[in-house]
């Protein structure tokens, strides 16, 4: 390769040794020269063999029970002539923790940018490897792989998964099936990914974004052979920079993918011993221009506050436009992974005060479809008069009295299309009294005709 390298360059000059010959050649074409070349595949090789003994430290101390457990067990296998076939191991876990430390720049060593966890294992599970989780909070990450063929990768927002309240052991103690339910319930928590062509291209691409859908059609897998220049001092890596506005990596990646027309390229340089994506000067500077910063302690999101009035969100969506002028302005502020208005105290406490929150009824109880005609006939119920009519009878000791009672009758549960029936009036009271009133002379002409 090198002679065809000199050979295409048409290099000549009074070269004292045939290194530099070499060096002069390869750089013509854009290639490193061979002793850098031969530095970086060795720092890849000192990666590779450091993470061995990562995985091999925190694999030796597992947490008491099953991680991802099997949805059935097996039976106790007897001894019998037959045999099976190993399961092929392979190293997802090594790979993912390497592409972290390249792609990411997230150190496997740091507990702190990456707390490691293994499961025990049963006897009589057919899988005989556990599943690692890898909890990576600067990505808000969290992976649960296994080395074992046959076995999914999966990976999960871990701001979406403290949204839904699924701690890491809710998620530890799911069978596959009900990972996957959970995933079709919630698309934006992540996903899963068996091992197959372009792992390394794919498993990246899942872990910018793990509600993306990558099958095996995309881009063939990064080689990371290619030496990559020393940083300069001008260029930041995109960890170091999400720490300097006081986001996370994966936000700050996301950004990145969203504005890449406007910042340009976005190339990988070296720094110390890691590969990662550099800033330069000039795409800082549009960051810090267009990135929506955190959200400040006591700040809420317009969902959240709404979640928490009892409200619809649209509701309070109108409240606030009806009242722009009393809120002040509107700023938005990112939200875990995702952007949005926030509210400061002050206008929290302004919409509790003014904004009219109906009083909500007893927990458990939804209501009804007709309450306005429970309304309308408590009106009637209110406004009927009273009668009380006294009738004296021949003896003066009869009182007949008798009181208009509207009523309403709701046949069916009170969510589900109920069959409603005013009844505003009782008895007919005119004729009750008229005929209290007759009932004396009708017995004095029953006693004179006998």
């Not at 099936?177 to 934006?188: G, N, Q």
């Not at 009035?309 to 009806?322: D, E, I, P, Y």
């Amino acid at each position: 390769m090198v002679d065809n390298a000199i050979a295409s360059s048409q290099i000549y000059g009074p070269w004292q040794i045939q290194q530099q010959r070499e060096e002069a050649a390869l750089a013509e074409i854009g290639l490193p020269g061979v002793e850098d070349a031969l530095d970086h595949i060795v720092n890849l090789v000192n990666d590779i063999h450091g993470l061995d003994s990562v995985i091999a430290d925190f694999r030796s101390k597992p947490i008491d029970s099953v991680i991802l457990p099997p949805d059935k067990i097996s039976p106790n296998i007897t001894v019998g002539s037959g045999s099976f076939a190993e399961k092929e191991i392979i190293p997802r876990t090594k790979t993912i923790l390497f592409i972290l430390g390249h792609d990411f720049d997230i150190d496997a060593r740091d507990p702190e940018q990456i707390e490691k966890t293994v499961g025990k294992l049963k006897p009589n599970m057919m899988r005989k490897t556990s599943y690692d989780v890898l909890k990576v909070p600067g990505l808000e990450r969290i992976i649960l792989s296994c080395d074992e063929e046959g076995n999914r990768t999966f990976v999960f927002d871990s701001s979406v998964t403290d949204e839904l309240d699924i701690t890491q052991d809710i998620l530890n103690m799911h069978k596959i099936a009900d990972l996957d339910a959970l995933i079709a319930k919630h698309p934006s928590i992540g996903s899963g990914l068996m091992y197959s062509k372009n792992f390394v291209a794919r498993i990246t691409k899942l872990l910018n974004d793990p509600t993306k859908q990558v099958d095996e059609s995309v881009e063939g897998n990064k080689s990371y052979l290619q030496v990559v220049e020393k940083a300069p001092e001008d260029v930041v890596s995109v960890r170091t920079f999400a720490e300097e506005l006081g986001t996370s990596s994966s936000v700050l990646h996301k950004f990145l993918s969203e504005h890449i027309d406007e910042l340009g390229e976005l190339k990988e340089y070296k720094f110390y011993t890691i590969s990662a994506i550099g800033l330069s000067q000039e795409q800082q500077t549009y960051i810090r221009e267009n990135f929506i910063k955190k959200a400040p302690e006591g700040v809420v999101s317009v969902k959240a506050f709404a979640k928490e009035l009892g409200v619809a969100h649209k509701t309070l969506r109108k409240f606030m436009n009806n009242h722009l002028d009393e809120l002040g302005e509107l700023k938005e502020y990112r939200f875990n992974s995702n952007a949005g208005i926030g509210l400061s105290q002050e206008q929290q406490a302004y919409i509790r005060e003014n904004m009219q929150i109906g009083e909500k009824p007893p927990e458990g109880v939804v209501p009804s479809p007709a309450s306005l005609f429970i309304f309308f006939a408590a009106c009637l119920i209110k406004s009927a008069p009273i009668f009380s009519p006294k009738v004296s009878s021949v003896s003066g000791k009869s009182t007949a009295s008798a009181t208009v009672t509207p009523s309403c009758v709701i046949l069916g549960p009170p969510y589900d299309l109920p069959i409603t029936t005013l009844r505003p009036f009782g008895p007919m009271v005119t004729l009750t009294a008229s005929a209290n009133l007759l009932a004396p002379a009708r017995i004095f002409s029953r006693a004179s005709s006998s």
